[in-house]
């Protein structure tokens, strides 16, 4: 049995044997582990599920967008007034404590109406992003490619929905 083994063509043979099955185990593995299958299916299946939206669009197509201008510019006028009433008998250290209070004033307002346009925009890309079964969606300068681009669908959703 011994010479067998020692023998240079069963050598050869044997040793090709074994490495076959290696071969043929690490490829089953890294397959499994992977999983390679449900990764491609996966993947073919999320691109479909991906929507984009262009913000800087809808934000500028929003239907209230002069109302919530109107309403800032009225915020900083109202602040403006009230600083030059009230500040002339301050002294230059009063005055610049009273101006960063009102600039603080004015960012929690402008923070506010920016809520919320955001949160009306945002609901109608849900409602938009639901109806076409999109399971995400991206704002579309970080995408590099794919998604389905619903920005124009979101845009006449907001159009529709003026109150």
Same mark, same amino acid.
């Given at each position: 049995?011994m010479?067998?083994?020692?023998?240079p063509?069963?050598?050869?043979?044997?040793?090709?044997?074994?490495?076959?099955i290696?071969?043929?185990?690490?490829f089953?593995?890294?397959m499994?582990?992977?999983g390679?299958?449900?990764?491609?299916?996966s993947a073919?299946?999320?691109?479909?599920?991906?929507g984009?939206?262009?913000y800087q669009?809808?934000v500028?197509?929003?239907?209230?967008?002069?109302?919530?201008?109107?309403e800032?510019?009225k915020?900083?006028?109202?602040?403006?007034s009230?600083?030059?009433?009230?500040?002339?008998n301050?002294?230059?250290?009063?005055?610049?404590? =009273? =101006?960063?209070?009102l600039?603080e004033r004015?960012?929690?307002k402008?923070?506010e109406?920016?809520d919320?346009l955001?949160?009306?925009?945002?609901?109608?890309?849900k409602k938009?992003?639901d109806?076409k079964?999109?399971?995400?969606v991206?704002?579309?300068?970080?995408v590099?490619?794919?998604?389905?681009?619903i920005?124009?669908?979101?845009?006449?959703?907001?159009?529709?929905?003026?109150?």
């Amino acid at each position: 049995m011994m010479e067998k083994l020692r023998n240079p063509k069963n050598v050869k043979t044997i040793s090709l044997i074994v490495a076959a099955i290696f071969v043929i185990g690490c490829f089953t593995l890294a397959m499994s582990a992977g999983g390679f299958g449900s990764s491609v299916a996966s993947a073919a299946g999320s691109e479909s599920a991906i929507g984009v939206v262009d913000y800087q669009v809808l934000v500028s197509q929003y239907p209230k967008l002069e109302q919530l201008n109107t309403e800032m510019e009225k915020a900083k006028n109202e602040a403006r007034s009230e600083f030059d009433s009230k500040s002339q008998n301050m002294n230059d250290q009063q005055k610049e404590e =009273y =101006y960063r209070q009102l600039q603080e004033r004015l960012q929690v307002k402008f923070k506010e109406l920016d809520d919320a346009l955001r949160k009306d925009i945002d609901e109608v890309i849900k409602k938009v992003a639901d109806k076409k079964g999109l399971k995400v969606v991206v704002e579309k300068s970080t995408v590099v490619y794919g998604g389905t681009d619903i920005t124009d669908e979101v845009a006449k959703s907001l159009q529709s929905t003026k109150k």
